[in-house]
């Protein structure tokens, strides 16, 4: 009963903060769907991920041109042969708190607060998606209150590429055995970010404060409202009509009727994924590399690209974005020649009868396409079904198995039933492909779930992922991609440019793929009652 | 700095020569509205006026088939399914609406970087390109603006006469405004301000038009009354106020209202030509969106729905229709009772198309291996009807009088307007009895 009496007057606070807030000098942001979670760990959307930038920091950070810049550690040493890395931590890094007028018990940053974070991380019990992803991190030792040693499970060229995670308060969380999504720190999160977290409503509104004590340079803008939608349409539209500031993702619908009002400007980002239709190497016609270059040239991946997202990305020629340093721009992507696709079926031993195409013992050729879905999944059906009428053109029939994500998991990622489907990866700055292509991860639950085994990608994979000398890691890498490129396990399709926009109140809005709030304490907002 | 006071001032020039520009055409806004509709009527034999018989040629075998009218008007029939347009052209077409004898229609064009609107009649003797573009050349600004404006026109709504239309566009300067024009003259802007215009949509009785704006602050909507074009403000609300509909006696109009992820639908009404404060008729967790009202006036249809909980980050959303009752604000218990359609595709264009005898509602269902069917439903009967349209990805729903469904679809990679003529015309139905609004009558699903 009481419990519910609080929550009762939490949430009318709340409201009435929301309220206030939008009619003052504070800027409301939009994101489609609702968060759950409030953590940099638990939370699985990239909306979350956004919204922890400004709540949490870590150790390092990628700097501007791709080199470490401190944050939370001021200096580190990485070991001689690479399999750790030792922290000098940043002294006087306040914690937030709830009320940080009033005078209660400060909290500073310590080694303490590195290895709860590590222990949490490492935790079976802990719910946190993708979290193999954390794998290479070992253990941590405490040297001194403010130095700190993480040790990796093996040595590493670049270790600090590990090191990016967000740092857990060890006064909130030391005597916790894992982080679950129902624990209470992951609804009311601490950190020690430019911004901490206020509460949310029924809505899914998120308000944050600027964090009076954070270390570095004090936020310009003082408190910032996050509205979830359900719609993308309704979040655009609600930017132009002055309920939002600033909206993280521009629908390719939506963008040119952002680019058309004067009053809002549009930045655009790197998506920093890859979109493939994926073979599967092990299954049938799909084992012969002719039949599968075949697909490429059957299908017109610039049309679907002008079509579905306005032209808003760059079609790619193998397993990295463009900007990558692991792309060889040598390798040109496969132009549309159906002519060309037919020539490779007939040079494959198929033969088209009418408009069917038949394999040597009379069988009709028919694929197995597995579609994931999520909600209405517009974008997907649409390339799906312009696939569909690209590969009748050269006699491929397609018999589509549209499924939820988790039974396309199970299906595809464990049991390699399917010929054909469709998905992105989603890249960080390290352009690992090894499990992507490597015959070790050619298993269940692998990343490698096209089942590609090729040794000569194997040597090279290896090679480069023990290599110290950059150099000749892109010319590996490079090397790799015309490789693939050639083989085709994957029919390599774009990587999208993304775009945010936001009105004429916001100024110095500068946005980085990796971290979308990383530059936000520059930001300024003018007050929306002088518009 | 420097580069916006420049763009700003090369705004205001464009403005002075829109203004100036405006005072030679052809005064649409004063047009009277007493050009009758169509006025054919349907008889054993023949079923649709000639300007539907010329563009589709399956009514003569219609006509064979089903020589009276009783067998002509007997369950949901589609007649004849053709793209509007050729499809070969590099672009999307999207977005039809319907003048309300049925007779002209416009539809959008979207290129990489602009929206255009086409008007034609089915006829296929009048068409025109709604383009508009600032009416003087400013080469000698080229290079020195910050960025290039394009021209977007979207959102056509045809007034009641069918003459005469409303469109948003940002006219090339990137202010978007209202305008108004007529078949056979020029566009004007008659809701102009430095903030967003959008959603203009015809009063069915008078000359009015009611909109959304954030000329004084948030998304509000507004009237205009086009013969003295005085704007009234009809709403205000802290929220963003969206998608407003007149219901058929003009004198009342819902929109959706709200943040976030919850949007309710609000009822403006007015008594002796004043508005009254809005009241919300819908009040529950889910989010509304998008009202269309049934031609008769009496029932609402709405999405609703929101993000699903299975972490997917997908949504799911439903049609309900509930009939009008002044004053009345529906909660959960009663709402939850009031679904129509499951799963569907979400459609902020149009919104969920009723039939013009107020009896069926026509919308896309969320059917991945169909790809994205078109089904009508029967309120009063609970039967459901998959038209057969050979189309995939349909989107846009929406029937005109002569019951003729417009839709797009994809072709290819590229959306195409599509038209399908159906027996559900108000000339076909006219005879059937529609006067059911009683909740109780109407079949819904899951009871």
Redesign the interface.
Known sequence: MILKHSLIVYFLFLSSSL?AV?NDKNMVYGE???LDTFDPYTV??SSGYRLTDLIFNSLVEVGPAGDYVPSLATSWEVSSDRTSVTFNLRKSVLWQSKNEKNNVTKHYLSADDVLTTVRLLKSSESEIPNQDRFSLIYTAEKISDHKVLIKLSRAHVDPLRYMTFKILPHHILGAVLSLKRSSSFTHNPIGTGPYRFMGTN????VLLSAHEGFFAKKPEIKQVVM?????Q??MS??L????LDLVTYVSPRDL??I?????LSVVSYDALSFSFIAFNTSRGVLRDKRVRQALNYAI?RK??L???F??KGVLISGPFPPTSWAYNLDVKSDPFDPVRARKLLKSAGLELRGKQLYSKTGKKIVLNFS?P??????MI??IV??YQ?YLADIGISLE?Q?M??QVWKKKVLKQHDFDLTIASWSFDDASNISSLFHSSSAKEWGNNFVMYKNSEVDSLLTEANVTNDFDKKRAIYHKLHSILAEEAPYTYLWTLQHHAAYNDRLSGVRVEPFSFFKYVTSWNISS?KGR | MDLRLI?LSF?LVLNAFLAASCTFIKDVVGYDSGVPLNTFVAKNGRYFPSFVEKFFLSTKTYYRDYPSLAEARADLKMIEVKPLTDGKA?F?EANLSWSADGAYLGYEV?T????RILLKNLVGNYSRDLYIVPKQSHHFLEGMVSRS????N?GLRWSRDSTRYAFMS?GG????NIYVGAVGSQEKIVAKS???D?YATWSPKTNEIAF???RS???DIYSIRLNNNEIVRLSDS???D?FPEWFADGKKIVYSSG?????DLMILSRKDNKWKKPYRFTDW?M?D?RPTISPNGKLISFYA????SN??????WHIYVVPYVEGKTYHRDELSLMKIADNV??D?NTGPAWSPDSRKIFYVA?E??K??PIYGYDLYTGRRFLLDTKT??NRDILMSSMGIISFRA?V????RVFVALTNQGLQLQNGEKTEVDVMGKIHYIHR
């Open positions: 309220n939008e489609t769907g609702r699985h959307e029924a809505q899914g509104e509205k979830a939608y359900s719609d349409n309704v539209q609600s132009m009509f002055n309920s040119n009727e680019l058309g009002d004067k009053k017109n049309e679907m002008d079509a579905f306005q032209g579609v879905l999520a909600g209405e999944s517009e059906k649409r079904l312009a009428a589509l549209f939820d994500w929306r | 763009n705004f590099p999307n979207i990489p970087r602009e929206r404006i394009f021209s977007y979207a940002n300067t990137g202010e978007y430095n903030t967003k959008g959304v704006s954030s602050g948030g998304g802290p929220s963003v969206i943040n976030s992820l919850n949007h967790k989010d969106l729905g929101g993000v699903e972490g997917s980050g997908g949504s799911k595709v979400v902020l969320n991945p291996q790809f994205n995939k990805m994809q290819g990679a590229w959306d």
